[in-house]
């Protein structure tokens, strides 16, 4: 999943849509919990919200540290961490809640260095062979590409063979774009049901007047003001903003909203290619947000670009997050893009395609009435597929 990479408050829900069929007593394991930041950070305190508002008992059990969560009916339980001599514990204090249903929250990553994780693993093996409660594993990411460099293989080789495992222990999988959902499937024919659920907005909006808007444009300055989530996180190409800056002229500015201190060193070289082309004062940096100044900042852009290697995708909470502020998106049509952000909501370039990219981006700064259609219809694509009262009625039922 694509991170945030911000921090903030809990955001408002829409109501739910129909009521459960029964309530369930639903335990989630994540690596990261609030106020963690990240992708999945934000997932699993969004989906544990609506999943409460629906009427479920929620816990979250994290090895996020002080994470606390004052939202009425969601628990929040520390561990000391994920390692093989910790499995037995995690699993006892999971069993210890009594839960109807485990939602296990995976990216490698988030349970080992390098996204090496046997605890992992071993912990999804004990809940279900101690057959206390459903285990739904959540699939936010798999496995790393495979690589001729052994540095590189031998991580990717154990994320394939922990998702194997896990996906074995899983009653259910839950994967939140096409490519990764047939990558489950491949890994385990037949085993487990594998269900496609995208994920929802990290940044609800907020109220934000055409003043404060007009302020923040004017610090900014350009005629026009595009703006991207992360641009230097793993997967993003950022090569391709100084392109679009290059083409477009002065009058563009980008807002570069977001950030980790790992993302130093992509900083640097990214500086420097741009001093090259001339076009470092068409880039401008907020580092950290907390959520109601990123809402600000994109309620003040007039396009949001998606810039991500596997296209416009399901899995990205950023992505979801400028379609629920209604802003007009170009992304590339990509492996991961599945069909309902392939009809309306969204202006795609075929995949790589800089040319094209720019292409689309020109021509909605040239029509603001397109532009208003289009933002249109993203708000209308949020409300019926990335909501989290549309999710959270998914989650339920794939639990179920």
């Known amino acids: 999943m694509v991170s945030a990479t911000i921090a903030g408050s809990p955001a408002g829900y829409t109501p739910p849509v129909t009521p459960p069929v ?35 008992d929620v816990s979250v059990v994290t090895s ?23 499995a037995a514990a995690d699993a006892r204090l999971v069993r210890e809640l009594r839960p109807d249903v485990i939602n296990f929250q995976y990216v490698p990553q988030l349970y080992g260095r390098g996204g090496v994780a046997p605890g992992a693993a071993a912990l999804a093996m004990l809940l279900r062979r101690s057959a206390c409660a459903r285990v739904v594993t959540t699939m936010h ?7 001729r460099n052994p540095r590189w293989l031998g991580p990717a080789l154990a994320h394939r063979a922990q998702a194997l495992l896990i996906l ?35 940044i609800i909006p907020e109220p934000v007047t055409d003043a404060e808007r007009a302020a923040l444009r004017a610090s900014v300055g350009g005629a026009h003001l595009i703006g991207e989530f992360s641009p230097l996180a793993v997967g993003k190409r950022p090569a391709d903003l100084i392109t679009l800056a290059r083409s477009n002229g002065s ?11 790992a993302d130093a060193g992509q900083r640097t070289l990214f500086d420097r290619a741009a001093k090259l082309e001339g076009v470092t004062d068409n880039f401008v940096w907020t580092g950290p947000l907390l959520a109601a100044d990123a809402s600000r900042c994109l309620a003040a852009l007039d396009v949001y670009v998606h810039t ?9 909470t ?11 998106v170009v992304a590339y049509d990509g492996p991961e893009t599945p069909d ?22 020109a021509c909605l700064l040239e029509s603001p009435a397109e532009r208003a259609r289009l933002a249109g219809e993203a708000r209308a694509l949020y409300d019926r597929k990335l909501a989290w009262s549309v999710i959270a009625q998914q989650a339920e039922e794939a639990m179920s």
């Open 168 to 202: 074995s222990a899983s009653h259910r999988a839950i994967c939140t774009n096409p490519a990764q959902a047939r990558f489950a499937r491949r890994l385990t024919p037949g085993r487990p049901d594998v269900r496609q659920i995208p994920v929802g907005a990290s």
């Open 251 to 261: 009058g563009m500015r980008f807002l570069m909203m977001g950030g980790l201190a």
């Open 64 to 86: 996020a540290r002080a994470a606390r969560d004052h939202r009425p009916g969601v628990r929040v339980h520390d561990v000391e961490g994920w390692g093989l001599s910790r």
């Open 22 to 56: 029964r309530p369930m007593r639903i335990v989630f394991i994540s690596g990261e919990y609030p106020p963690d930041i990240g992708g999945v950070a934000d997932y699993t305190r969004h989906l544990a919200h609506a999943l409460a508002d629906r009427g479920h």
């Open 308 to 316: 991500h290697r596997g296209g416009a995708s399901g899995r990205s």
């Open 340 to 361: 309902y952000l392939r009809h309306g909501g969204i202006r795609l370039a075929s995949f790589g395609d800089v040319d094209a990219l720019t292409y689309e981006i």
């Open 318 to 328: 950023t992505l979801a997050s400028a379609l629920a502020h209604g802003l007009p």
């Open 141 to 147: 990411e798999i496995a790393s590409p495979l690589s």
